[in-house]
Each structure stands twice: as structure tokens, then as C-alpha cells.
């Protein structure tokens, strides 16, 4: 009786029932998502938590690293040349590579250069040197941590060089420096008056925008934003003869959670897929955002718990290690590996999708990253797409293919790369002994073996296999 009856009414009234029978699917979608995520969880997305992203970010590990150099008094007096600013001395490529400092640049693009703050400290010693500024300005100085995020605006916008790591630097005599390991900009300083006023007037734009304010005490009338050449720090890029400011102490942040939600939503377009969900807001992120409260499938920091333990009980660490994130999509996981210790992070995934990842990682405080956007398959190569400085990299390191096999099955080329282990996610529905199955087409191309493995269940997804999966070829 039944039966006939909705036929009846499918043929009679089509667009109707067509309607309803989307709406009882979404019912059955949104009843699927409240049960997984939890009420709490739906409810926090509503309420705004704009001082939530100062406790989270930069999300990115702070890298300790070692030179063999009395003191940074010894490193400046050793005759290489270098540029001595008010409170720091910046050692170019070059320069670098005569110094002992070419040591700390593993995995950095040849373009690196080194910019070490003169006052002795780590991370949390304020950026001004103590004898040559005034207490106001000590005290209202942006911490190196929220530095990190304004170097990623300006890089963002292209008005500034792009910063590969904040480091700590220890010397044989005990001092440490901070130190930023920064993208060089070959040229020479701005000589055209027009063009700097109105590079200013972008950097104003920033300012009424609420998203950095300006902390010096002299404003724009100080000699740093002294048209043409602002004392030096803006300096026509050579190659693409764009301005760039390359000096940002003079900047902290204002109304940062706004221009991160606005970033992460934008993004959402390109990186979600699959169901809506309204309670979560529609087309919501696939990875949750650290800093903000909206909703996603997934969240990157409860999925690392779980393989951090699996790390641990295998034996294997992250840290220093060089991570090839396949499927990277907002590169959020990528992220926990980078505040893990990872030394660096390559994120492989759509172009349109890629572009989305720099923003967002550049964003949530990461610097150690570069990504390529291609046309995923299991015939393409990784290898040929990789920066060069990557290339010579690629001993021991570490594989991430989370939730990437079920679209393009394993990459050929895995059995090609030399890669230490495995970061594995499987997908929904796949129980233990398929997994095991997949695993097995893959020991197959490479031999390897799981050494650990667990279920992930996070956010809006349901139960998955994860593994650590190690390679079994002989160094």
C-alpha cells in the first residue's frame, strides 16, 4: 500500500517530492552530525572567542639550534660581511655560507638569509635592544611570536620578504639569540618618492583595517618610514621589481581573530567536500582552525594525539624530520607535525586547493612549508615536483597519507623515494582487515611493515584505521 502511494505522489508532484526527500536526507545528515560532534561542540562555533587565537598561536614548534661560534660579538668581528641595524645584524645568503651559520639552514631555500637580534634571549625577551630604546616603547614592542605573524601578513599581501623559521640560537659561551632565518630581497633600496607613499598607503589600509597597528612612537614621521627609502628597509625586489618592507619591529597586531576567520572562510570553499551540514554552517571546513571556534569534519589537533601515541609506542619521532604531506588539503595535519618538531613540512595537493593551504599555514604562525599544486594520481612524481633544496633531503624521510589512498590508491613512486615511515589514515567504512589488505598492495610496491596502529574517530567523522607504517628497505 505503501509503496504505490509514494510512487503516486513521486509521479504527481515531482519538485515537491523531490524537495521533501532532500529534506528527510538532510534531517538524517544533521541528526548523524549532532550525535558525532556533540552539542557543546555545535554550541561553541556561536559564541566568538576573539583573544582564543593568543593561547594557540603561532601553532609551529620554536626550533633550538646550535652554531659553532664563540658569541655573536666573535660571528660580527670575524669580517664577513654584514648589515648592522638599530637592534639587529642581518647576515645575507652569501654571507652565510662563509660563517658557520650555514649550519642552521638545512632545508631552507638558497635565498635565506639570517637576521640575529642583538639582545641575548629567547622567544619570550622582548625584540628591542634594552640600551637604545625608551620604556614605552619596550613595553608596547610586538613579541617575536606575534612578529612571526606579522611577517606572514606581509608576505601574504606581498609587501614583505617571506620568514622561513624563528629560531633560538645557542652559542659555545652560553648566550642565546633569537634569531629570524628570512627570505632575501635582492635590490636596491626605493629611490622613487611616489612609489613609496603609496606602498605606505597599503600599509595604512592594514592600520584602518584594524588587522596591525603601527607601535612607534614616532609614527610615520619616524626616519623608518622615511620616503623614498624608509632608512633602508624598502627595497625594489630585483626579480619581480616589487617593493617590499624588510624591517617589521614597528608593527603588532590588532584585530588578528577577524583576519584569520576571514582567511578561513574564504578557504572553506576550496577545502571542503562531501555532506553539509547546517548545524556546522553549510559547506563547513574540513579541518578545524587553530585560534578559531568554527566547525569541520575533522579536527588536526585530536587526530595528532592519537598518532602521537602510536609515534611513541613505535619508537619514531618528528622531530628534525622532513614530512611529505600527500593530500595535504588546508594543511592543518602538516601543522601538528611542524609544532611536533618537524623541521619541515611539503604539502602536495589540487592547485586550487594548495593556495589555500600557503594562506591559511602562513596564517596559524607556520613558516617551515612549501607546497605544490598538481593533478593527484598514483602515476605521478612527487620527486620531480619537489623544490631542489628538498631533493637532497629526502633520506629518512617521512611519508603523511591521511585519507588520500581510497581517491588515488598508493603512488608508484613511494617504492622509489627513501622514506624512513608512514603517517596512515584510512578512510570510512574500511574495517581492520581491509586496511591491512591496502596495506599489503603497498608492501608490495615498497616493503614495509605496520609497527603500530589504532582507530581515529574526530569532529564530524566516523571511526577510521591509522597506522605507522615502517620501511623495511636497508639503508
Not at 581510497?406 to 574500511?430: C, N, R, S, T, V
Request: with cysteine; hydrophobic share 35%; charged share 25%.
Amino acid at each position: 500500500m505503501y509503496i504505490p502511494f509514494k510512487q503516486s505522489i513521486k509521479k504527481t508532484f515531482p519538485h515537491s517530492f523531490q524537495k521533501l526527500r532532500a529534506f528527510k536526507d538532510q534531517c538524517v545528515i544533521e541528526g548523524s552530525t549532532l550525535k558525532q560532534v556533540g552539542v557543546i561542540r555545535i554550541l561553541k562555533q556561536f559564541f566568538c572567542t576573539p583573544q582564543k587565537w593568543k593561547t594557540e598561536l603561532p601553532l609551529q614548534s620554536i626550533r633550538k639550534l646550535h652554531v659553532n661560534e664563540t658569541s655573536l660579538e666573535t660571528l660580527r668581528a670575524s669580517g664577513v660581511s654584514l648589515k648592522q641595524g638599530g637592534h639587529a645584524v642581518y647576515f645575507s645568503p652569501e654571507s652565510i655560507n662563509k660563517t658557520s651559520l650555514k649550519n642552521i639552514r638545512d632545508y631552507m631555500p638558497c635565498d635565506a638569509g639570517i637576521k640575529i637580534v642583538e639582545r641575548r634571549g629567547v622567544i619570550v625577551t622582548p625584540y628591542a635592544a634594552s640600551d637604545k630604546t625608551c620604556l614605552s616603547h619596550t613595553y608596547m614592542s610586538p613579541s617575536h611570536k606575534d612578529l612571526m605573524l606579522v611577517h606572514g601578513i606581509f608576505s601574504s599581501m606581498g609587501l614583505g620578504p617571506r620568514l622561513y623559521d624563528l629560531v633560538e640560537i645557542g652559542f659555545e659561551n652560553g648566550d642565546v639569540h633569537v634569531a629570524y632565518i628570512i627570505q632575501h630581497i635582492q635590490g636596491e633600496a626605493c629611490l622613487d618618492k611616489k612609489k613609496c607613499e603609496l606602498f605606505l598607503e597599503k600599509i595604512k589600509e592594514l592600520e584602518k583595517s584594524k588587522i596591525l597597528k603601527l607601535i612607534n612612537w614616532n609614527g610615520y614621521k619616524d626616519m623608518d618610514f622615511d620616503c623614498p627609502s624608509c632608512n633602508g628597509n624598502l627595497i625594489c625586489d630585483a626579480e619581480s621589481g616589487q617593493l617590499k618592507y624588510v624591517d617589521l619591529q614597528n608593527f603588532a597586531l590588532d584585530n588578528y581573530y577577524h583576519y584569520l576567520k576571514n582567511i578561513s572562510i574564504q578557504a572553506s570553499k576550496n577545502s571542503h567536500f562531501g555532506q553539509k551540514s547546517y548545524l556546522l554552517g553549510g559547506e563547513y571546513l574540513y579541518q578545524e582552525v587553530p585560534g578559531l571556534n568554527l566547525g569541520a569534519k575533522r579536527s588536526p589537533a585530536v587526530r595528532f594525539e592519537t598518532f602521537k601515541k602510536l609515534l611513541q609506542k613505535s619508537g619514531f619521532s618528528l622531530e628534525d624530520k622532513f614530512v611529505m604531506d600527500v593530500g595535504c588539503n588546508m594543511g592543518l595535519m602538516g601543522a601538528q607535525y611542524l609544532k611536533d618538531g618537524a623541521a619541515w613540512l611539503h604539502g602536495f595537493d589540487m592547485p586550487n586547493v594548495v593556495s589555500s593551504t600557503e594562506k591559511i599555514l602562513t596564517a596559524i604562525g607556520c613558516t617551515r612549508f612549501s607546497t605544490t599544486g598538481l593533478t593527484m594520481s598514483e602515476d605521478v612524481s612527487l620527486i620531480q615536483r619537489l623544490p631542489q633544496n628538498l631533493k637532497d633531503r629526502l633520506e629518512g624521510c617521512v611519508i603523511s597519507y591521511l585519507a588520500i589512498r581510497g581517491h588515488i590508491g598508493w603512488i608508484k613512486e613511494l617504492g622509489e623515494i627513501p622514506w624512513d615511515f608512514m603517517l596512515y589514515e584510512g578512510h570510512q567504512e574500511e574495517d581492520k582487515v581491509a586496511s591491512h589488505q591496502f596495506i599489503t598492495q603497498l608492501s608490495q610496491i615498497k616493503p614495509c611493515s605496520i609497527v603500530s596502529e589504532g582507530w581515529i574517530s574526530d569532529a564530524n567523522s566516523s571511526p577510521r584505521y591509522v597506522a605507522i607504517i615502517k620501511s623495511d628497505c636497508k639503508k
